[in-house]
């Protein structure tokens, strides 16, 4: 969560607002969810990153999930907390079973094909918080993302000799983890270097409408598919990283103000090997700067991404760039490692900081049709013809390109 930033001068507030208007904005039944986050950002006048979007509209468009999925299944993207039936309640007021996620935690069932709901109350939750392999198909619904917070402070500097892997606040090794309305954080800032909110290290990820508030090395999407939907993720440097098949769809993605002689990357993919089926896919996302940057994006720059390893694969499409982006776009990691041997492609993206004529001239920067675009789409890139399993839990999602953007 943004924890230090300044009142925001009403002209800043009102194109952020805009922003969001624009780049948010859905088909048919997201016009609520657009509304309710507008209120919120025209107030900006509470600190941090308070964008509560626990308003969306959550009732299904026609095509997003077959007809035969059991109501109960649907329902877990789309009922109200206190109108399902969790296994397990978690509250800090006394009201739940439990007053951690922890000790919660030690329910779970090992290796269970059965989805194990656990309702976290609204509250802010200090703990690191670790599923390992066994946990399966656990999922974690709170009240909202900025009513529920996961929180923690690790990180590589102050915590040495801990690792980036290490810095967890939320770490998930068990497959078919799924979380809605929660935000994760790591508040180590620009001093504490590596400090990762989330971190999955899994198959069938899917989160809904969390925040995912940190600096550097906020969301670990390590390895495995991975869908994000309408979720927020802060940060500074290399923000959103890992080596994960990972799409961010309809995503409100924040470059914050970085420590000193610090450069924003938004991105860094590592993908070491041909036979790896990963890249990160941004979709239908809003890219913008945080109030306390903007004032100083001149001098610390933003890039889309950087390749970490020499197979990086990066695809931004159909999104709304603001002008915090660098001309240039992109920024080497180590030497020219991904500069002739990745993959960055923007296709059909939109607003000031879309132009692509002064990108780097790399090898590595390819340029597709919507052919080859759509072959990043969910429903290509993360589902096959015998596998929906994004569709069948009844969670938002585009399957292909998102129409009317």
């Known amino acids: 969560m943004c924890d230090s930033y300044a009142e925001v001068k009403k002209e800043q507030a009102e194109k952020m607002n805009s922003i969001l208007k624009t780049s948010m904005e859905l088909t048919q039944n997201s016009l609520t969810m657009v509304t309710k986050l507008s209120t919120i950002l025209n107030s900006l006048n509470i600190p941090g990153l308070n964008i509560d979007t626990t308003g969306f509209e959550r009732k299904l468009l026609s095509n997003d999930g077959p007809e035969w999925m059991g109501h109960a299944e649907r329902r877990l993207f789309q009922a109200k907390p206190t109108d399902l039936k969790p296994n397990v309640v ?66 590589c500097i102050r915590d040495h000799p801990l690792k980036t892997f290490g810095t967890v606040t939320v770490g998930v090794d068990g497959a078919g983890f799924m979380a809605r309305d929660i935000g994760f954080e790591n508040t180590a800032g620009p001093p504490g270097h590596q400090a990762v909110a989330f971190r999955a290290t899994c198959d069938m990820v899917i989160m809904f409408n969390c925040h995912f508030n940190g600096y550097q090395d906020t969301l670990y999407a390590h390895k495995q598919k991975q869908f994000y939907r309408d979720c927020l993720i802060s940060g500074t440097v290399d923000f959103i990283f890992g080596d994960a098949a990972s799409v961010f769809q309809n995503c409100l993605i924040i470059a914050r103000k970085p420590g000193e002689n610090q450069n924003n990357m938004i991105t860094a993919h590592g993908r070491k090997f041909p036979y790896t089926h990963s890249a990160i896919v941004l979709q239908n996302c809003t890219i913008s700067g945080a109030p306390d940057y903007l004032p100083v994006k001149d001098k610390s720059k933003t890039y889309l991404g950087r390749p970490w390893k020499a197979l990086a694969r990066t695809i931004i499409m159909q999104s709304n760039i603001d002008d915090i982006i660098t001309p240039e776009g992109y920024s080497p990691m180590v030497g020219t490692v991904g500069v002739d041997t990745g993959y960055f492609v923007e296709f059909q993206n939109r607003g000031p900081g879309a132009k692509t004529e002064g990108r780097v001239k790399w090898p590595a920067i390819k340029t597709i049709d919507i052919n080859e675009a759509k072959k990043w789409t969910p429903g290509v890139f993360l589902e096959t013809e015998t596998d929906k399993w994004i569709s069948q839990t009844g969670t938002l999602c585009y399957p292909d390109m998102v129409p009317g953007v």
Request: hydrophobic share 35%.
């Open 90 to 155: 978690v509250a800090k007021d006394g009201s739940g079973k439990y007053d951690t996620i922890t000790k919660a935690l030690a329910e779970v069932p090992p290796k269970s094909p059965n989805r194990f709901i656990i309702h976290i109350k609204a509250g802010t939750y200090k703990e690191q918080v670790l599923l390992p392999k066994e946990m399966t198909n656990v999922m974690f619904i709170g009240d909202g993302p900025t009513k529920t917070i996961i929180t923690n402070d690790l990180n």
